[in-house]
């Protein structure tokens, strides 16, 4: 008979095995009273037996998921990480693209759901750039195969309580009342450089390509061989050495990191590999070596 801490260590182990869900990332508590409610639906009474159920019964996944609240999103969510894209990464592509005389951005929001994702990464852009008056093209797509997720990121209205007040909301929405209601609308200038599409990133073919990717909170949904395959999916369509944003509870996976660099690990901020070219130059210093 084992205790109920081991028990709870094999079950965070398994998750993480079958998900690549790092349960690290929850405040213990917080873990154990969402998975008590799904031990109390699924009438496993204690964690050896919720365990069993996850092996016997993979759909249960879904439902632990949601419980975690994973299927929400929000704008900005995780500030930190956002910070750092602010910091290092989008000046770092602005600086790459413009030393290739480049001043287009091309960036992907996979699994963007009701918009917020792709719209806090254009506001962020524009807040570090001023595209229209440096010539620059800033392109976001966001795609999601959930067509009423899809609606509500292409109405681009929201609540009060959905836009945080840090981001300046009057410069990015345009705030209208009707009664007790207060909508915020996201300004012209934002909406016009982000664009959706509905398509599934299963069936994903690399067509086009990006400077960033950020596919968060979505590889938790896949087993570990569709995540693998998914993965090298969205890093085929990173150009050049650009950059992957994950969920803060992702990870790569050993097939990952033999494409990927973690470059801020805890923010989950990934640099594609490239292999270096075999330059005139490279091959003049190898040899002289
Ligand atoms: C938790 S939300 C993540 C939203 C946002 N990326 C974030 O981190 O806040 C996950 C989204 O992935 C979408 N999704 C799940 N499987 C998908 C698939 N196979 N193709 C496209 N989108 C998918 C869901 O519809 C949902 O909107």
């Given at each position: 008979m084992?205790?109920e801490?081991r028990?709870f260590?094999?079950?965070k182990?398994r998750?993480f095995l079958?998900?690549?869900l790092?349960c690290?990332q929850?405040?213990?508590?917080y873990l154990?009273?969402?998975?008590a409610?799904?031990m109390r639906?699924?009438?496993?009474?204690?964690y050896?037996?919720?365990l069993n159920?996850?092996?016997?019964?993979p759909?249960?996944?879904t439902?632990?998921?949601?419980e975690l609240?994973?299927?929400v999103?929000?704008?900005?969510?995780d500030?930190d990480?956002?910070r750092?894209?602010?910091?290092?990464?989008i000046p770092?592509?602005?600086?790459?693209?413009?030393?290739f005389?480049s001043?287009?951005?091309?960036?992907?929001?996979?699994?963007?759901?009701s918009?917020?994702?792709?719209?806090?990464?254009?506001i962020?852009i524009d807040?570090i750039l001023?595209a229209?008056?440096?010539?620059?093209?800033v392109?976001v797509?966001g795609?999601d195969y959930?067509?009423?997720s899809l609606?509500?990121?292409?109405a681009a209205k929201y609540?009060?309580?959905?836009v945080?007040d840090?981001?300046?909301?009057?410069?990015y929405?345009?705030i209208?009342r009707?009664?007790?209601?207060?909508?915020?609308?996201?300004?012209?200038?934002?909406t016009?450089?982000v664009?959706f599409?509905?398509s599934n990133?299963?069936e994903?073919?690399e067509?086009?390509?990006?400077?960033?990717?950020?596919c968060r909170n979505?590889l938790?949904?896949?087993?570990?061989?569709?995540?693998?395959?998914l993965?090298?999916s969205?890093?085929?369509?990173?150009?050049?050495?650009?950059?992957?944003?994950?969920?803060?509870?992702?990870t790569?996976?050993p097939?990952?990191a033999?494409?990927l660099?973690?470059l801020?690990?805890?923010?989950?901020i990934?640099q594609k590999l490239?292999?270096?070219?075999r330059t005139?130059?490279?091959?003049a210093?190898?040899?002289?070596?």
């Amino acid at each position: 008979m084992i205790s109920e801490d081991r028990a709870f260590t094999l079950l965070k182990r398994r998750i993480f095995l079958d998900r690549g869900l790092d349960c690290e990332q929850y405040k213990e508590n917080y873990l154990k009273r969402r998975l008590a409610v799904r031990m109390r639906a699924t009438g496993a009474p204690d964690y050896l037996e919720y365990l069993n159920t996850l092996k016997k019964n993979p759909e249960e996944y879904t439902e632990l998921l949601n419980e975690l609240t994973v299927n929400v999103t929000e704008f900005f969510r995780d500030p930190d990480v956002y910070r750092k894209l602010a910091q290092e990464i989008i000046p770092r592509m602005i600086e790459s693209k413009a030393a290739f005389s480049s001043k287009a951005l091309r960036i992907w929001s996979a699994g963007c759901a009701s918009g917020e994702e792709p719209y806090s990464i254009a506001i962020l852009i524009d807040s570090i750039l001023d595209a229209a008056v440096d010539g620059w093209s800033v392109r976001v797509l966001g795609s999601d195969y959930d067509d009423s997720s899809l609606k509500t990121a292409r109405a681009a209205k929201y609540t009060e309580l959905q836009v945080p007040d840090y981001i300046d909301p009057e410069r990015y929405f345009m705030i209208s009342r009707k009664g007790s209601t207060t909508t915020y609308q996201v300004r012209d200038e934002i909406t016009r450089n982000v664009r959706f599409e509905r398509s599934n990133l299963l069936e994903y073919e690399e067509r086009r390509r990006y400077d960033m990717v950020l596919c968060r909170n979505v590889l938790i949904y896949f087993g570990r061989e569709v995540q693998k395959k998914l993965i090298s999916s969205l890093v085929g369509s990173i150009i050049g050495d650009g950059y992957l944003v994950l969920g803060k509870s992702e990870t790569v996976g050993p097939e990952g990191a033999r494409l990927l660099k973690p470059l801020f690990p805890s923010e989950r901020i990934y640099q594609k590999l490239v292999e270096k070219k075999r330059t005139a130059q490279g091959v003049a210093d190898a040899r002289s070596r």
